[in-house]
């Protein structure tokens, strides 16, 4: 984009930073949440770009004075002065440039969300859920490293190990905005340890990222919810299997997509207090219902896409884990990587990068920026 397409785009932005500015201090915007969350937002968002375009303008400013005085002046320390301050904005301008073209793109709304991530064993038998099992303590040891809040909501063991099912709650900084690639069908090619003849086998497990929805985001008639309880299972502790703090609900709800009523059943034995496991499960209906509810917003952006990189459709193979070479392949965007177990021990920022970088090409082409 030339120099003054970019800064035509620019203008008014000073102008609706200062206005979003004044209006999350207004107490009737701060009286109604959903828009008081939603400008909130803008105003961060605004905020970096607001930024990125001073500095924009300084270094034009900075170019036209050091060509200037390049042009009428004859001073030799002067002439060389000007060379530098050239030199030094012309190095700085494409990044900012490229900075701020990425700013410019509106930001998916979900990104700042926490997540609810799900992983199920799929094709594959003990296998599969064995390899559910390593995926939860990737994103675990992931989620460490990034600083990240990780509470295991429900799950459900396999035969010999792992997990038929593991639902994990994740809270922190830009969460969804950076997991929401992760959602598909991923793919381990490797030797069973009950393979007596050293086949390698091919399971399956399946990874959904589902922005957390907020009590504002969805409407939910909680009298029509039908709770139970009931005992909770596990080892230790004087509560188990002596108080009912496990919790589940029922919810009749009618999917505005398909038309059909459904009901959702919800059991959430995540702590051993009735009423902290209650609250819990109303966040996962919540989450569940917004997930189904934005479903239609989300197919409409992958029917545009051609990557699909973040969206599209769950029962898609987004990668392959092959154990004999040591490689993960990422088949969105054709990366491929030979450190396997550093991968599984949560060295996944690499990747997740790659994939941020293509779908912000992505978007840069479709804004025609």
């Not at 934005?294 to 990557?307: E, L």
């Not at 392959?320 to 993960?328: A, E, M, S």
Request: proline fraction near 3%.
């Amino acid at each position: 984009m030339p120099e003054s397409a970019l800064l035509h785009r620019l203008d008014g932005i000073d102008a609706r930073f200062e206005e979003v500015s004044t209006l999350i201090s207004d107490p009737d915007v701060i009286s109604d949440m959903k828009r008081y969350v939603r400008l909130n937002k803008e105003y961060h968002e605004l905020e970096q770009l607001t930024a990125a375009t001073r500095r924009y303008r300084s270094l034009l400013s900075n170019i036209d004075e050091a060509r200037q005085l390049l042009e009428a002046e004859s001073d030799p320390e002067m002439r060389q002065m000007a060379r530098e301050q050239l030199d030094e904005a012309n190095a700085e301008l494409p990044e900012l440039e490229q900075q701020i073209r990425l700013l410019l793109i509106p930001a998916d709304p979900e990104d700042s969300k926490n997540v609810v991530l799900e992983i199920r064993s799929g094709t594959g038998g003990d296998e599969a859920a064995l390899f559910a099992g390593d995926l939860y303590k990737m994103y675990s040891r992931y989620c460490e490293k990034r600083g990240w809040q990780v509470a295991v909501t429900s799950f459900s063991e396999g035969a010999v190990g792992g997990f038929k099912e593991i639902i994990l709650s994740i809270s922190g900084e830009n969460v969804y905005g950076t997991l929401k690639y992760e959602s598909g069908v991923h793919r381990v090619q490797r030797v069973p340890a009950t393979e007596t003849q050293g086949r390698v086998h091919t399971s399956a497990a399946t990874v959904a990222v589902l922005p957390e929805a907020e009590a504002f985001d969805v409407e939910i008639n909680e009298g029509e919810i039908k709770w139970e309880t009931f005992r909770s299972g596990g080892a230790g502790g004087q509560n188990v299997n002596k108080v009912e703090s496990g919790v589940r609900l029922r919810y009749m709800w009618r999917n505005p997509v398909t038309g059909q009523t459904d009901e959702i059943l919800i059991e959430c034995t995540e702590t051993r207090d009735q009423p902290k496991n209650k609250e819990r499960a109303l966040s996962r209906l919540r989450t569940y219902i917004y997930d189904r509810e934005h479903q239609k917003y989300v197919d409409d952006i992958a029917s545009r896409r051609k990557t699909l990189v973040s969206t599209g459709d769950r029962s898609a193979k987004i990668r392959t884990y092959n154990f004999p070479q040591g490689r993960i392949t990422d088949h969105r965007i054709n990366f491929t990587a030979y450190n396997l177990q550093a991968f599984l021990d949560g060295d996944i920022q690499p990747l997740l990068d790659a994939l941020s970088v293509a779908e912000n090409a992505e978007k840069l082409k479709e804004s025609e920026l």
